[in-house]
């Protein structure tokens, strides 16, 4: 059963920097492909980053553009974990975080981030950003 577990959410000052950590759980993280995404009050869930299953046909990673040059999503195999470095953060970054894997999607990172239906999710950390 795959379980995903984020952390390092908290409470930062405009121009701050956060790194999430997703924990996964029960399964090799080598063939997942994993997601984060994030949800402000009143707002849909949207794709913030994404990056490819090792052995990906289109490997690589996908960025919103509102984060583009200050967040960094990274993977470390060994500790099956995952990471995104979030570097001068502002207001509207505020929202709840959640990481998401899917099995060796075929699609682009891409296509996958912004449109795949993925499978296992994690219950999500708090990030505000706020003076």
């Known amino acids: 059963q795959v379980q995903l577990v984020e952390s390092g959410g908290g409470l930062v000052q405009p121009g701050e920097s956060l790194r999430l950590t997703c924990a996964v759980a029960g399964v090799l993280l080598d063939d997942y492909a994993i997601g984060w995404f994030r949800q402000a009050p009143g707002k849909e869930r949207e794709a913030v980053a994404c990056?490819?299953?090792?052995?990906?046909?289109?490997?690589?990673?996908y960025y919103e553009d509102s984060v583009k040059g200050r967040f960094t999503i990274s993977r470390d195999n060994a500790k099956n974990t995952v990471y995104m470095q979030m570097n001068n953060l502002k207001a509207e970054d505020t929202a709840v975080y959640y990481c998401?894997?899917?099995?060796?999607?075929?699609?682009?990172?891409?296509?996958?981030?912004?449109?795949?239906?993925?499978?296992?999710w994690g219950q999500g950390t708090q990030v505000t950003v706020s003076s």
């Open positions: 998401a894997a899917d099995l060796a999607p075929p699609t682009t990172i891409e296509a996958m981030c912004i449109f795949g239906k993925w499978v296992h």
């Open positions: 990056i490819s299953h090792a052995g990906s046909r289109n490997p690589g990673t």
